[in-house]
């Protein structure tokens, strides 16, 4: 359903895609779900999409954070010196994808194939190059996507936002994550908030470099993100669901909840935390 630039991290709409278009219809609607109801989504896509979602135009700036190397290489182009366009870069009105490991083609004027690119044409091959890429070519798919999301999110409200506003309520920010908030409002559940146990974990927590707190939260929550509200406003739970024992702490996603059992150390606790956070794997969009 998408690709994902291995650079940039983020996914768009895949061209080649035989996916359904109620596959598409059905994330929207997810995406919209998750803006009603405050949820926090780790899908990585780029603003362009949400400026796409609000009618707002999207251009090389948009290409440019998703796929940053083509994104210079047409940059390249344009800002190219010579006179000898057409003999060093070699191009034609064409946009070639990859599909199923193939790479397809695609002429980005009728019969592309046989007009060359120059320095007078470079300006428009790389306009409609970028018009390929975020529009043209994922039209099909981008239609049911937005009806999805309309279904949901549709009305006078949503136009209210900007595209950055709207991104910072799906994937929440990449802020720096604010620990002491998030253990005030944390709840128990066969615990104290006094024990030993829960003040191991909280130093554990805390004390973990940036890269493992965010590895830490998205193993109970899902994300590794800060809600656009702040950790004051998560729901966050932990739960004691046994004795003293071998197995490893569990995590309900749905719920922003940890189970643990009542490790009888700060350093098992630590050990089976970590194991758990290191090999868990959650699930995502393909």
Same mark, same amino acid.
């Given at each position: 359903m998408f690709t994902c630039d291995e650079d940039s991290g983020l996914i768009w709409f895949n061209p080649a895609s035989f996916e359904s278009s109620d596959q598409y219809y059905l994330v929207g609607v997810i995406i919209g779900l998750a803006i009603y109801n405050s949820t926090i989504l780790d899908i990585r896509l780029p603003l362009a999409c949400y400026k796409k979602l609000l009618g707002v135009s999207v251009g090389m700036s948009d290409l440019a954070q998703f796929r940053p190397i083509f994104a210079n290489s047409l940059r390249q182009l344009v800002e190219y010196k010579g006179n000898d366009v057409e003999d060093v870069f070699? *191009? %034609?009105?064409?946009?070639? &994808? $990859?599909?199923?490991? $193939? /790479?397809?083609?695609? #002429? *980005? @004027? #009728?019969d592309g194939e046989n007009k060359p690119v120059t320095r007078r044409t470079r300006r428009e091959y790389v306009e409609r190059y970028i018009d390929f890429i975020l529009n043209t070519s994922i039209k099909d798919q981008f239609v049911e996507f937005k009806r999805g999301f309309d279904e949901v999110c549709d009305g006078a409200t949503i136009k209210l936002f900007r595209p950055e506003e709207i991104e910072l309520v799906v994937r929440g920010s990449a802020e720096s994550l604010q620990l002491d908030e998030l253990r005030a409002v944390t709840v128990y559940d066969g615990f104290r908030p006094d024990e030993q146990i829960i003040n191991d974990f909280w130093s554990i927590f805390m004390s973990a470099d940036p890269a493992m707190q965010r590895r830490i939260l998205f193993f109970i929550t899902g994300s590794d993100r800060v809600p656009a509200t702040g950790m004051s406003n998560m729901v966050f739970k932990i739960t004691c669901i046994g004795s003293d024992c071998e197995r490893y702490p569990q995590a309900h996603t749905c719920f922003n909840q940890l189970c643990l059992y009542r490790y +009888?150390? +700060?350093? =098992? *606790? &630590? %050990? =089976? *935390? /970590?194991?758990? @956070?290191? $090999?868990? $794997?959650g699930y995502g969009l393909k």
């Open positions: 070699g *191009l %034609d009105f064409v946009a070639h &994808y $990859e599909a199923f490991g $193939e /790479i397809q083609s695609h #002429p *980005l @004027v #009728p +009888r150390s +700060r350093q =098992k *606790l &630590y %050990d =089976k *935390l /970590i194991t758990a @956070v290191m $090999e868990s $794997e």
